[in-house]
C-alpha cells in the first residue's frame, strides 16, 4: 500500500513498532494513547527468539541489551530467604526463566516510542469513543469529541480493551484465575541480582527482582475464584492484600509495607483466544488479540513480532483485510505455541497445601542439578522452543535510522 492514513490505539509495545515502520514507509500515522503521558511503570519483561530478531531489524537489540536489568538468574527462597533452588539465566535468545535480555517495561516502550516519534502524531489523554468501518475507510469518533476518518484502524491496546468490545462485542478473558499486584520499592543490602521467589501456601506467592535504575521490583500474586477484582478501587485493592499476605514472612511485610508509594500496578491474569484478530478494516494487535499471560514468558516478543508482521504485510497489500488475512496466517502458529502453559498451569506454580509445596520445592531442588540441566540441554538442542515457532519474514521495508537519546 502507499500513502494511507492509519489510526493506532495504544502506546505500549505493539502500536509503537507498527508505528515506526509504517511511518518510515510514508503512511500517516496517528497514535492515541488513553493516558496523558508515556507510561514508564512496569516489570521486568524478557525478548526471545524471533522478538530479538525484530529488535534486531530495528536498530535497537544493543540499546536494549545495554538496559539490561541485571537480572542472573531465577531463585527459589523459604520463608527465611534462604534458597531451596537456583536457575541461572539462558545464555541464547530463547532458553531460560530469566532470558539473555531482560529490560524493565517502561524502557522497552521508551526505546520503541521514540523510534517512532519522528515517524507518527502522538495523541496522548484521548481514546476512541466510536468506530464505524463503512467498507471504504472507518470513521472515529475520540472521546475529546473530534471526527476523523482512516483507511485502517487497529487496536493495540491491552487484554481487557474496551474498544476491542465494540468491534468484537463475543470477545471474553479467558482468566485464569489469578491475581497479581506489582510495585517498585526501594533496594535493600539483603538484595542481590537474582529473581527471588517464596512461595507462601494457600496460592499465594512473593517475589522480588533486580532493576537497573537503584530499585527494587516486587510483586504479590494470588489465586482466587473471585472474578473481577482488576475493577476494585485501589484503596479496596491495597486492603486486600494486607489480608491475604497478613502471615506471610521473608519480605511479604516490606512489600505489604511499600502498598502505598504510589507505584502498585493491580491485574487480573488471563489469556485472549479469538477466532479472528480482524473485522474488515479494523484490526487487532499484542494483548488486545492474543494475550498468552505472564506465564507464557512471551508477551513482548508476541508484542513486537505481531506488530513487525503486520507492518510488512500492510506494506507489500493494497487490500487492507487481505493483509490482515496473512498477518494472522504467519503469526497465530507462534500464538497457539506461546498460549500452550504446562500443564496444570497456574495452580501448578503457586500450591496451596504445605504437602503441596514440599512437593513442588522437591522438583525443583531436582531440576536445578547439574545433572538435570545438563540433560535438558542436550535434549533442548534437538527440539526447537516456542519462541522460534515461525520464521520471521524478510518484508521489502525502509530503514528506520538511529534511536534517538533519552
Known amino acids: 500500500m502507499g500513502d494511507h492514513s492509519i489510526l493506532i490505539s495504544g502506546a505500549s509495545i505493539a502500536g509503537p513498532v507498527l508505528a515506526s515502520w509504517l511511518g518510515a514507509a510514508g503512511w ?5 494513547e488513553r493516558f496523558d503521558h508515556l507510561r514508564a511503570e512496569g516489570q521486568n519483561v524478557d525478548i526471545r527468539g524471533v522478538g530479538r530478531q ?3 531489524r530495528m536498530g535497537l537489540e544493543d540499546v536494549a541489551m545495554a538496559a539490561h536489568t541485571g537480572e542472573t538468574g531465577m531463585k527459589l527462597v523459604d520463608e527465611h530467604g534462604r534458597a531451596i533452588a537456583a536457575f541461572p539465566a539462558g545464555t541464547d535468545e530463547s532458553r531460560g526463566a ?7 517495561r517502561g524502557q522497552l516502550g521508551g526505546l520503541v516510542y521514540r523510534q517512532s516519534a519522528d515517524k507518527a502524531s502522538y495523541r496522548f489523554g484521548d481514546q476512541i469513543a466510536a468506530l464505524h468501518d463503512d467498507g471504504a475507510g472507518v470513521d472515529v469518533r475520540f472521546r475529546s469529541g473530534d471526527r476523523r476518518r482512516f483507511d485502517i484502524v487497529v487496536l493495540a491496546e491491552g487484554l481487557r480493551s474496551h474498544t476491542r468490545a465494540q468491534l468484537m462485542p463475543e470477545a471474553t478473558v479467558h482468566e485464569l484465575g489469578v491475581y497479581t499486584a506489582h510495585l517498585a520499592i526501594p533496594r535493600a543490602e539483603t538484595d542481590d541480582s537474582w529473581w527471588a521467589m517464596h512461595l507462601c501456601g494457600r496460592g499465594r506467592q512473593v517475589y522480588l527482582r ?13 489465586l482466587s475464584d473471585v472474578r473481577g477484582l482488576e475493577r476494585l478501587d485501589r484503596e479496596d485493592q491495597i486492603a ?13 511485610p516490606r512489600v505489604l509495607d511499600a502498598l502505598d508509594n504510589g507505584s502498585m500496578y493491580f491485574e487480573g491474569i488471563g489469556q485472549m483466544r479469538l477466532d479472528t484478530w480482524s ?17 507464557s514468558g512471551m508477551g513482548s516478543t508476541l508484542a513486537l513480532t505481531g506488530a513487525y508482521i503486520l507492518a510488512g504485510e500492510l506494506i507489500g497489500q493494497d487490500d487492507p483485510r487481505l493483509a490482515f488475512a496473512r498477518y494472522e496466517q504467519r503469526l497465530r502458529p507462534l500464538v497457539e505455541q506461546a498460549q500452550r502453559l ?12 504445605r504437602l503441596e509445596n514440599k512437593a513442588f520445592h522437591a522438583v525443583m531442588r531436582a ?16 527440539r526447537k522452543p516456542s519462541q522460534e515457532a515461525i520464521t520471521l519474514p524478510d518484508y521489502r521495508m525502509p530503514g528506520l535510522g538511529a534511536v534517538p537519546v533519552s
Open 240 to 252: 486486600l492484600l494486607r489480608k491475604t499476605f497478613a502471615d506471610v514472612g521473608w519480605a511479604g
Open 279 to 295: 473485522r474488515g478494516r479494523i484490526a487487532l494487535v499484542g494483548d488486545a488479540a492474543y494475550c498468552a499471560s505472564p506465564y
Open 54 to 56: 525484530v529488535l534486531r
Open 28 to 32: 500517516d500515522v496517528t497514535v492515541v
Open 342 to 353: 504446562p500443564i496444570g498451569t497456574p495452580r501448578s506454580t503457586a500450591p496451596r497445601g
Open 210 to 222: 533486580p532493576d537497573n535504575v537503584g530499585g527494587t521490583r516486587a510483586a504479590l500474586q494470588f
Open 98 to 104: 530469566t532470558a539473555e535480555l531482560e529490560i524493565l
Open 367 to 382: 531440576g536445578a542439578t547439574p545433572l538435570y540441566r545438563g540433560i535438558s540441554g542436550f535434549l533442548g538442542k534437538f
